[in-house]
């Protein structure tokens, strides 16, 4: 591909971003769960609400993090929607517990309209988890431009924001970064070390013992989460 093609059919980008005033943020920095952010609604006194989805291992840390949301000043309202979708999350979750949430807040507190305006398009559910929004988007010009045009919104957002994957649209797999998003923090850091230190080449490039000390964790629980992660990447039904 030359290089004014591969310049044309634009970029696949995930930015990893900090800015201030953020409940998203908040909340996720002070709990052990995260959301995820599925799609924003305009209301007729001028806030936004969200739709987003709770994701934990375990129903206190979900608990927690909706009761940080409630008591947060950034926020004006929280929704449950307990009932309709339950508490508990399926196979396709990020976490074992899920809960969805409607959550009504101020609209000048997010990125989103910077990132759009500068034709940066959310394409994907944005994960938000440590204190740390993770968003999946699409860019039609060059790397130099979307380079310049995130320096703008660092300045005028006072952002924090950090390139972590950027492939050309036609070079990723949609459905695998989809995949990606059903792990749960524990499962995703163990399946990527896992790559990173060639546990999957052949022959390995590090055992199932030092992969689980490198991790910090028990090589029972090393060997679990890889096989949730496996089930969830491999299975098209998970």
């Known amino acids: 591909m030359s290089k004014a093609q591969s310049e044309h059919s634009g970029l696949q980008l995930t930015l990893s971003i900090w800015h201030p005033d953020c409940w998203t943020l908040e909340v996720t920095d002070k709990t052990a769960a995260g959301l995820l952010a599925h799609g924003v609604y305009n209301t007729q006194n001028g806030s936004v609400k969200g739709l987003f989805t709770a994701y934990a291992d375990s129903i206190s840390d979900v608990e927690d993090l909706v009761d940080a ?27 074992n517990t899920t809960r969805e949430l409607f959550v009504e807040y101020d609209p000048d507190n997010t990125i989103s309209d910077s ?18 929004e993770h968003w999946p988007v699409f860019f039609a010009d060059s790397r130099d431009e979307a380079e310049s045009l995130l320096d ?9 924001i950090e390139v972590t994957r950027i ?18 923090d524990s499962q995703r850091e163990a399946f990527e070390l ?22 910090g964790v028990s090589k029972t629980t090393l060997l ?8 969830k990447l491999l299975d098209p039904d998970q």
């Open 224 to 231: 679990e989460h890889l096989r949730k992660a496996e089930a």
């Open 167 to 184: 492939t050309s649209a036609g070079g990723g797999n949609p459905q695998q970064l989809r995949r990606m998003d059903r792990l749960s």
């Open 115 to 132: 990132l759009l305006s500068r034709g940066f398009i959310h394409n994907d559910p944005v994960r938000v988890r440590h204190g740390r």
């Open 69 to 95: 949301t409630r008591d947060s000043s950034l926020t004006d309202s929280v929704l449950e929607l307990r009932e309709r979708h339950g508490a508990t999350g399926t196979g396709s979750s990020p976490g």
């Open 152 to 160: 703008e919104i660092r300045e005028e957002q006072s952002a924090d």
């Open 194 to 215: 896992a790559r990173q230190e060639d546990y999957y080449a052949w022959p390995r490039g590090i055992s199932t013992r030092e992969l689980a000390s490198k991790l």
